[in-house]
């Protein structure tokens, strides 16, 4: 397996399409919980360890952050976006998240990788990120 020893800096963009899960909506009211609108933000976690996490953008499911996060990373596997909605009364509810695999990002020599990636949550959450 490949692991990557660096410097890893990295923009998350922006999301489009999320939706909210079924667990999302356990608190919403009203006749029409499919135009439920989020308050995403994106955890960044490289491996197990948590890199840092965006701002909450309130109340849309295409969010732009450019945010950025810069660390050192010894024998890193794995990159993990996971977007939760930022819940008024408990945890925060997990919406979605993807991993891309450090040996994924170095087949192809290069050292800059961007592009769209498809986040896929429970239930009907999801939707695509940028980074």
Same mark, same amino acid.
């Given at each position: 397996? %490949? ?13 489009? #399409?999320?939706?909210? /899960? ?12 499919? /135009? ?12 197990? #360890?948590?890199?840092?996490? /965006?701002?909450?953008?309130?109340? /849309?499911? #295409? ?9 050192? %990373? ?15 009364? !408990? ?29 896929? !949550?429970?239930?009907? !959450? ?6």
């Amino acid at each position: 397996m %490949v692991v990557f020893n660096g410097l890893l800096k990295i923009k998350i963009c922006e999301a489009v #399409s999320l939706k909210p /899960t079924a667990w999302s909506l356990r608190h919403a009211v009203g006749p029409r919980p499919q /135009t439920f609108l989020l308050d995403p933000y994106i955890a960044l976690n490289v491996d197990d #360890s948590r890199i840092g996490q /965006t701002a909450t953008k309130q109340k /849309t499911n #295409s969010p732009a952050w450019h945010d950025e996060f810069v660390t050192d %990373v010894c024998n890193g596997r794995k990159i993990e976006l996971a977007v939760f909605h930022d819940a008024p009364i !408990g945890y925060d509810d997990f919406v979605a998240n993807c991993t891309i695999q450090f040996e994924e990002l170095l087949q192809n020599g290069s050292r800059h990788f961007e592009d769209w990636v498809r986040i896929s !949550g429970a239930g009907v !959450g999801g939707g695509y990120c940028a980074i």
